[in-house]
């Protein structure tokens, strides 16, 4: 039982990171001068961080009640992680986006660069989660 707990856990914690993955190469089609397009990446990292979040502190707390402090650890210094860098990231984001729907087009090369620093980091998070499963699961 305590191996369905874990690996419960993991999807849990995975699924909003699978989700930025899947989701966020589509913004690289498109041109972020419009302010729609801009908005729609600034609410889809927000919900994601939110996401994540939540995620990880409900596989935090399913590792920790069956005894898994490794994992329980784990999850929760990613999930420290991601709030940290929820407040670089948004605070950067908010006045690229707000210039945008103010008209100045010459944001768009900054708001790319910061849609593909978020991909990469979404991408190492991702990866680390992905290498410390066996470690979850022999455990």
Not at 22 to 35: D, G, Q, R, T, Y
Not at 41 to 47: C, D, K, Q, S
Not at 57 to 81: E, K, M, N, R, Y
């Amino acid at each position: 039982m305590a191996l369905n707990i874990t690996l419960l856990a993991v999807v849990i914690f995975l699924l909003p990171m699978f989700y930025l993955l899947l989701a966020s190469p589509a913004f690289l089609l498109v041109k972020l001068e419009i302010p729609q397009v801009a908005r729609l990446l600034r609410m889809m990292f927000f919900g994601y961080f939110a996401a994540v979040v939540a995620a990880g502190l409900l596989a935090a707390t399913l590792d920790a009640f069956q005894g898994h402090w490794l994992q329980a650890l784990v999850i929760l210094s990613i999930t420290a992680f991601v709030v940290v860098w929820r407040q670089w990231f948004l605070a950067r984001m908010d006045p690229l986006v707000q210039d945008t729907h103010a008209g100045i087009t010459e944001t768009a090369p900054r708001l790319r660069r910061l849609h593909w620093a978020g991909m990469a980091a979404n991408a190492a998070q991702l990866g680390a989660m992905v290498a410390f499963i066996p470690q979850m699961i022999i455990a």
